[in-house]
């Protein structure tokens, strides 16, 4: 396992699908954990037809695909735009003896998302709740940048507000997605209250945080700006 381990640390990818087929030809059993740690570098790897193959092996020789495995492979396809086969690889697991849970649900949400089908996305996080299961932070992050890319940002408001209501507390992420989206959409006074709310939070802006108030503070999207106190944070803008 450690020499496996290795080779895939190393992006040895087709050396790990090799090393792999060899074990089983010996006879030695191979588990679950394997061919998930191969699946999970050719993911990183972007080599999804390598998953394909070695998924299908794995099933038609053993061992069982476990939960991890499937969430790897929603995760990897839907990395390189192929959301019809990561929509599949969900299905798949519907009717497994595994059921999706939160990871499955998020690795989903944020393929179709990022294919542009958010109201898809949207159902399925309903789906999720009417099926027990809790969205998390990442969730509700993650369908926000979805409906702050098609520029609906008041669904994604909409969410903010339902995630506090539900206790689920939102992170730096959250705010940062949020106020991308308020900023791209002008809504200045929106974005200093949500500001506002952060910092009541007790939470820490990073570099993204500053980068969008900068652009609410110039109004420029990029242009040169002049030095100037500003008005949200108090934090001084430099001249790009």
Known sequence: MSMLESLCGAGKTVEAIEMLSKIH????????????????ALGKQKQVSHIHDLFEKMKKDGPSPDIFTYNILISSFGRVGEVDEAIKIFEELESSD??????SY???INSLGKNGDVDEAHVRFKEMQEKGLNPDVVTYSTLMECFGKTERVEMAYRLFEEMLVKGCQPNIVTYNILLDCLEKSGRTAEAVDLYTRMKQQGLTPDSITYSVLERLQSGSHGKSRIRRKNPITGWVVSPM
């Open 25 to 40: 030809e010996k006879g030695v059993i191979t588990d679950t954990m394997m061919y998930n740690t191969v699946f999970s």
């Open 98 to 103: 595994c059921k999706p849970d939160i990871v």
């Open 106 to 108: 998020n690795s989903l």
